[in-house]
């Protein structure tokens, strides 16, 4: 498939981590964008900083809320886009069982229906266009059950599935639909828990929000349906994906949360 650039983006979670990584990439390749996050102040800095070199609007909205999303599926609608960059996600660490009911449902309205709910809002103007891009973020946890994650994994294995069946159904339309798997980030989700990075296993095992955001948007430019970065978890991706059920089951039995 031939390399699209986008010119216009809407990136949710856009106020740190990989999703502020993916608007500076984007902004670098001179995409005009729309940036989305619940905390105000540091979208405004972004903006404002970015701003300097494309055209950059914000919005603030709470994903994880019926009324966030229909905020921004209503911006979708009056001001459509050509990539839309479903990064804005959560995850929990903890037995299931002991953990606040409202806190996991929140977790699934983020991760899952703001997902579903702002790709639709988004495809039917990018197919009637002949050309366009979605870019949902999941995550290799998504590859297994995991112990002490079992809603955060569950929502993960569901964007990666639903990306997989709106790329098929998008083929010859023009609209790229790609997956991002990432494994350990250094973001702020996992700040205190990342080790030197000049350390075995910091080189290893931890990927940078930037290196990660890079293949994300060359991934869905160039239509690639999966985005794996790093050697060591296209590694793990394909060794989890060519394994018996039960065999990933044990090895993932043995992680545990922190």
Not at 43 to 57: H, I, K, R
Not at 62 to 71: A, F, K, Q, V
Not at 148 to 169: H, N, P, R
Request: one cysteine or more; aromatic letters at 4%; hydrophobic letters at 45%.
């Amino acid at each position: 498939m031939a390399k699209t650039s986008f010119r216009s983006a809407l990136v949710t979670g856009a106020s740190s981590g990989i999703g502020e990584q993916i608007a500076r990439t984007l902004a670098a390749r001179g995409c005009a964008l729309t940036l989305v996050a619940r905390r105000t102040e540091r979208l405004a800095a972004l903006a404002q900083e970015l701003g300097a070199a494309v055209a950059v609007d914000w919005l603030a909205a709470d994903l994880s809320s019926d009324d966030g999303i229909g905020i921004v599926e209503r911006r979708l609608g009056e001001h459509p886009v050509e990539l839309l960059v479903n990064n804005a996600g959560v995850g929990s660490g903890g037995r299931f069982h002991e953990l606040p009911a409202e806190g996991e449902a929140a977790q699934v309205m983020l991760n899952v229906l703001a997902v579903v709910r702002l790709t639709r809002a988004a495809a039917p103007a990018m197919v009637a266009a002949g050309r366009g891009g979605i870019l949902n973020v999941s995550s290799i946890a998504g590859n297994q059950p995991l112990y002490g994650y079992a809603t955060y994994g569950a929502t993960k294995a569901f964007v990666t599935s639903f990306t997989e069946s709106i790329a098929f159904e998008l083929r010859g339309t023009g609209v790229h639909v790609s997956v991002l798997k990432p494994g350990y980030t250094d973001t702020e989700m996992n700040a205190g828990t990342v080790p030197d990075r000049s350390s075995v296993q910091g080189r290893l095992l931890w990927l940078g929000a930037e290196q990660v955001a890079v293949a994300a948007v060359d991934a869905v430019e160039r239509g690639r349906v999966h985005c794996v970065p790093g050697m060591t978890w296209k590694l793990a991706d394909a060794v989890t994906q060519s394994l018996p059920r039960a065999a990933v089951r044990v090895l993932s039995s043995r992680v545990r949360a922190s």
